[in-house]
């Protein structure tokens, strides 16, 4: 079975700061890891993607994250927020033939 | 995100029927109907792809997909129950196999059940 947890629900940081937003995965081989970001009252929208190669993979507004097989994680990273990076992050999983499963998402919130 | 629209924005019923309607403008061979309760990830609930119904998960037999084409999807939803509010996203995607697809979704149509 595959699984992703995020094990935290609310995160809060400061305009300005870093930010790491945590995601562990659970599958034996090497999974299709998706970051999504849902703004309100809108749909998702990918943030990036990882299934080979560098480890460290570059996303869109300056996010990236760090795949870790040791860890079993995916973290999400961003050096400085803005506070329109208010939303929620759902760190998501795949392989072939399975649906996407989605972690039940960190919800930022970025105080300006 | 105009590349997939969905109708409409909100609904609120009683228990009458209804269906939500979704049409993607990106050229996908794959649509998706998703959703979404209150604080909880997006579920999935259909996959067509290519006008065909590939998956169907566990849902309840009051929601009944169509897809009349291969960019256009339809959910209608027939004597709702309070736990279908929610809010229903389309998605659609190049391919069908769950892998490294990327997925596109809709604005989503919030369903209030009275």
């Known amino acids: 079975a595959q699984s992703v947890t995020q094990p935290d629900a609310r995160v809060t940081v400061s305009e300005g700061a870093s930010l790491q937003l945590r995601c562990k995965y659970s599958?034996?081989?090497?999974?299709?890891l998706f970051w999504y970001v849902q703004y309100p009252r809108q749909g998702l929208q990918l943030l990036l993607k990882?299934?080979?190669?560098?480890?460290v993979v570059q996303g869109v507004n300056s996010f990236e994250a760090e795949f870790s097989k040791s860890n079993s994680s995916f973290h999400l990273q961003k050096a400085s927020v803005h506070w329109s990076d208010s939303a929620v992050y759902f760190c998501?999983?795949?392989?072939?033939?399975?649906?996407?499963?989605f972690g039940t998402g960190t919800s930022l919130l970025v105080d300006p | 995100n105009t590349k997939i629209t969905q109708s409409p924005r909100y609904l609120i019923l009683g228990r009458a029927n209804k269906s939500l309607e979704c049409e993607q403008h990106?050229?996908?061979?794959?649509m998706y109907w998703y959703k979404q309760s209150a604080e909880k990830p997006p579920e999935l609930m259909f996959l067509?792809?290519?006008?065909?119904?590939?998956r169907n998960e566990t849902v309840p037999s009051r929601f009944i997909p169509e897809c009349p084409d291969s960019s256009k999807l339809l959910l209608h939803i027939s004597a709702v129950d309070p736990e279908d509010s929610a809010v229903y996203f389309c998605?659609?995607?190049?391919?069908?196999?769950?892998?490294?697809?990327?997925?596109?979704f809709g604005h989503g149509t919030k369903l209030s059940v009275l």
């Open positions: 998605a659609s995607s190049q391919g069908t196999y769950f892998s490294n697809e990327r997925l596109f």
């Open positions: 599958y034996s081989a090497t999974p299709y």
């Open positions: 990882y299934y080979s190669g560098d480890p």
């Open positions: 998501a999983l795949s392989r072939m033939g399975y649906k996407l499963t």
């Open positions: 990106l050229g996908h061979n794959a």
């Open positions: 067509y792809n290519l006008k065909q119904l590939i």
